[in-house]
């Protein structure tokens, strides 16, 4: 199966936000986020099928003080449907993912994701994305 090798660069998103008990609160601030920093009416279509399959796996990155190093943990997301993520399903699962762990970090602007083409020990057969952060 044949996947796009960057999504979702068209979508602003700051990771500090709080995290969302439902997807429709972080739809409403996904949206309200994107107009106030472009000022600009926001026309994505967030109920768009955006990965068309039913888990996928995400890396990120943040800094840990504690060991002073980066870390780069990887997590598994499952498609809520069973069949393919939305735009707002895949960022809502992966905002409250890491949340925690880049609230405080530098590199807590979303910049979109990008295929990694080579194996996935932690999850195989199984597309990983990594998160491109901003500071």
């Known amino acids: 199966m044949e996947f796009q090798?960057?999504?979702?660069?068209?979508?602003?998103?700051?990771?500090t936000e709080q995290k969302f008990s439902d997807i429709e609160n972080f739809r409403i601030a996904l949206k309200d986020y994107?107009?106030?920093?472009t000022d600009e009416k926001?026309?994505?279509?967030?109920?768009?099928?955006?990965?068309?399959?039913?888990?996928?796996?995400i890396q990120y990155e943040y800094w840990d003080e504690n060991i002073e190093d980066i870390i780069e943990p990887d997590f598994l997301l499952n498609a809520d449907n069973g069949q393919f993520f939305t735009t707002a399903e895949l960022l809502f699962?992966?905002?409250n993912q890491v949340h925690e762990k880049l609230k405080d970090d530098?590199?807590?602007?979303?910049?979109?994701?990008?295929?990694?083409?080579?194996?996935?020990?932690?999850y195989p057969d199984t597309p990983l994305y990594f998160l491109q952060q901003g500071s």
């Open 106 to 122: 530098d590199h807590h602007f979303f910049e979109g994701l990008e295929l990694w083409t080579g194996e996935n020990p932690n």
């Open 34 to 37: 994107n107009e106030k920093i």
């Open 5 to 15: 090798n960057q999504i979702l660069q068209s979508i602003l998103w700051n990771f």
């Open 93 to 95: 699962k992966i905002h």
């Open 42 to 57: 926001f026309s994505e279509n967030l109920d768009k099928p955006i990965l068309k399959i039913n888990k996928v796996a």
